[in-house]
């Protein structure tokens, strides 16, 4: 008889605003057999920090697994906070009066976790789903930490298109667009997957819900839809779109399956830290122009640094998307 083949797992570290899709990004790591989650670390975002922290650790207990959920920052670098509640509900899971989880917060600072984390686990997948304070933290305490991460998924920016917290930004960036610029600058190996890849036909639409409660059926499957309710709601309230949008799990598709993003590209990308109008903006050099731009200098930060290293992922494979969320569900 052969002898069993070890399973070769991937490690990686999420960190999250945790509300209604971010719950449902946890469930997806947490359930894929060769991802080992070494750790989850909160930041404040669509909920506050302590909010988040009990939504995550929810979410972990929900899926029978034990990972440490450290508590991060509690407020931007240099802006006041914003809360995305009018979406995702109060508690940032549709208000469903979930019981509290049985489980504490882990002891010590979700920065901390990250650099420790990253540090004993050299080629860890980083994935980013809330506003990117934590992690750029971590990065202008612990530079070291950018060399040891394989690859960094970053649920955030509207790349070349709309956003939906103002016309020109996307929430979680624009929650902490210093933040944010410092790990785009930084040299982390970021893969942006922009918000815009979670809208049309991308969106949960009422055949897949039917199919998550009537064909899957089970508690996981009515947990992701029914903690979207009001992020389904809001979705066509706000933004006209039919179905329950879910921006990190598709980022964690992303993260767990790459060619589920078919269509990719690297680019210098800048953060607007300034504008009136577009703070909080992902501006991709689509056409590779920053180098030869009258206004060069202002992009020297970013193309100092030599080729461009932000992957910007344009198009998903909708379908093996799709698949993938109800495969983790059974
Ligand atoms: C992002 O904003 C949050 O509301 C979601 O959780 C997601 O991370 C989408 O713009
Ligand atoms: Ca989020």
Redesign the pocket.
């Known amino acids: 008889m052969c002898p069993a083949r070890p399973v070769m797992t991937r490690k990686m570290i999420i960190d999250t605003?945790t509300?209604s899709?971010?719950a449902v990004a946890l469930l997806m790591a947490l359930r894929t057999p060769d991802i080992e989650v070494e750790a989850i670390t909160i930041v404040a975002?669509?909920v506050e920090v302590k909010q988040g922290s009990i939504n995550a650790r929810y979410t972990v207990e929900l899926c029978g697994k034990s990972v440490p959920v450290y508590e991060g920052a509690t407020v931007p670098l240099a802006c006041e906070p914003f809360r995305?509640t009018f979406?995702?509900g109060e508690d940032g899971l549709g208000n469903m009066n979930y019981p509290a989880p049985a489980s504490p917060p882990a002891q010590g600072h979700a920065v901390d976790a990250i650099i420790e984390t990253i540090r004993a686990n050299p080629g860890i997948v980083l994935v980013t789903?809330?506003p990117l304070t934590n992690v750029a933290l971590a990065i202008s305490k612990a530079p070291d930490i950018v060399r040891h991460v394989s690859r960094c998924v970053v649920?955030g920016g509207a790349a070349c298109t709309e956003g939906?917290?103002t016309p020109a930004a996307?929430?979680?960036i624009w929650c902490d667009p210093e933040a944010a610029r410092i790990c785009f600058r930084s040299g982390l190996p970021i893969e942006m997957v922009g918000?815009e890849l979670c809208r049309g036909e991308a969106n949960l639409k009422d055949e897949d819900i039917r199919h998550c409660r009537e064909v899957i059926n089970t508690p996981l499957a009515h947990f992701v839809i029914d903690c979207n309710a009001s992020a389904l709601r809001a979705n066509q309230e706000h933004f006209g779109e039919v179905g329950i949008p879910l921006?990190?799990p598709v980022a964690m598709a992303v993260a767990i399956d790459p060619a589920i993003c078919t269509r990719k590209s690297s680019h210098y990308v800048e953060v607007e830290c300034d504008g009136t109008f577009t703070r909080g903006m992902t501006v991709v050099d689509k056409l590779n122009v920053a180098l030869s731009a009258p206004n060069t200098i202002v992009w020297q930060p970013v193309t100092g640094k030599g080729w461009p290293h932000i992957t910007v992922c344009w198009e998903i494979d909708i379908n093996r998307w799709k698949e993938l969320l109800f495969s983790t569900l059974h």
């Open positions: 605003d509300a899709d971010d975002g669509n995305a979406f995702h789903l809330g649920m939906n917290i996307e929430f979680n918000w921006p990190d």
